[in-house]
T-cell receptor
Framework: DVKVTQSSRYLVKRTGEKVFLECVQDMDHENMFWYRQDPGLGLRLIYF???????EKGDIPEGYSVSREKKERFSLILESASTNQTSMYLCASRPSRGRGYEQYFGPGTRLTVT | AQSVTQLGSHVSVSEGALVLLRCNYS??????LFWYVQYPNQGLQLLLK??????LVKGINGFEAEFKKSETSFHLTKPSAHMSDAAEYFCAVSNQAGTALIFGKGTTLSVSS
């Protein structure tokens, strides 16, 4: 059974803080993703990674960076948190390239920036 | 380019009634299609997927979806709604490169007794 875990379910940070969101998957998947989810906007892709130390920008990368030093771990970094980054953040993983594969999601981190 | 449109951001049904959630896609290559469900404060869980072969796909919890190429649709149905089906549902299509899924904006299903 694939498991994707995220370091926190709920997080409250102050404006200007550096924030780390951690994601770990246990199925040796090559691809990992970070999304943010906002009411009425669905899921928007922030970054994804298809290998260690590889990353590609998604649709809304501004204000975010990522790190993938190990295959199982993909971190999302908010260099200087702002109130408009208050959102639900979802991590996902997927085995390799191939159009028939589904993505497996973590439980999400609800981040509030005050 | 690939895209997904979910018609209706909110659908309400009575318990025992038919559930129909609509999804239309656009794809420049043969589409691979997915439906996910998200219960409150949880991540997304795969309900079913269509890759190739049989166009009527059965998923978990009694849901099924039919791929109709001529209508570019992949609507999700369940014959009889249950209170526990109340959730948000997302339709998705694989991008052309096979690197990621492209999601619709979601449909919230409410079920009343």
């Amino acid at each position: 059974d694939v498991k994707v875990t995220q370091s926190s379910r709920y997080l409250v940070k102050r404006t200007g803080e550096k924030v780390f969101l951690e994601c770990v998957q246990d199925m040796d998947h090559e691809n990992m993703f970070w999304y943010r989810q906002d009411p009425g906007l669905g899921l928007r892709l922030i970054y994804f990674s298809y290998d260690v130390k590889m990353k590609e920008k998604g649709d809304i990368p501004e204000g975010y960076s990522v790190s993938r030093e190990k295959k199982e771990r993909f971190s999302l970094i908010l260099e200087s948190a702002s109130t408009n980054q208050t959102s639900m953040y979802l991590c996902a993983s997927r085995p390799s390239r191939g159009r028939g594969y589904e993505q497996y999601f973590g439980p999400g981190t609800r981040l509030t920036v005050t | 380019a690939q895209s997904v449109t979910q018609l209706g951001s909110h659908v309400s049904v009575s318990e025992g009634a038919l559930v129909l959630l609509r999804c239309n896609y656009s794809s420049s290559v043969p589409p691979y299609l997915f439906w996910y469900v998200q219960y409150p404060n949880q991540g997304l869980q795969l309900l079913l997927k269509y890759t190739t072969g049989a166009t009527l796909v059965k998923g978990i919890n009694g849901f099924e979806a039919e791929f109709k190429k001529s209508e570019t649709s992949f609507h999700l149905t369940k014959p009889s709604a249950h209170m526990s089906d109340a959730a948000e549902y997302f339709c998705a299509v694989s991008n052309q490169a096979g690197t990621a899924l492209i999601f619709g904006k979601g449909t919230t299903l409410s079920v009343s007794s």
